[in-house]
């Protein structure tokens, strides 16, 4: 794998049910061959994750019409694009997810 940029934006964390930065954290130093780095309008991501601390998803709500939706991970407290995951699986298969997204959008 060369390297892909990894874009996080996170909830304002106002109702978490999850450590948003913990998560992140953990999934930074597992797939270290992966950039990990604050989202913004001006940057290329190739993968966009959100992260929100419960279901509500106020990460991406304000953000919908600005990325392309196939480059998206979304994690809503236990679920992750509208899936449940158990806590002690979210980090898990959260890399999954970023490792699927890049073999889908890289090597096809």
């Known amino acids: 794998m060369g390297w ?3 874009c996080i934006k996170y909830c ?3 109702n978490s049910r999850i450590n948003r930065r913990e998560i992140v954290k953990r999934v930074k ?8 780095s604050s989202y913004s309008v001006s940057k290329k991501c190739d993968i966009l994750i959100f992260i929100s601390g419960c279901h509500v ?3 991406m709500k ?3 019409e600005e990325f392309d939706i196939d480059k998206v991970i979304e994690v809503k407290g236990l679920s992750i694009n509208n899936r ?25």
């Open 62 to 64: 304000l953000y919908e």
């Open 29 to 36: 130093a597992d797939l270290c061959q992966f950039d990990f």
């Open 12 to 14: 304002g964390g106002c």
């Open 84 to 108: 449940k995951v158990n806590k002690n699986e979210l980090v898990e298969k959260l890399e999954s997810k970023i490792i699927k997204k890049y073999k889908d959008s890289f090597q096809n």
């Open 57 to 59: 998803g106020c990460a």
């Open 4 to 6: 892909i940029n990894c």
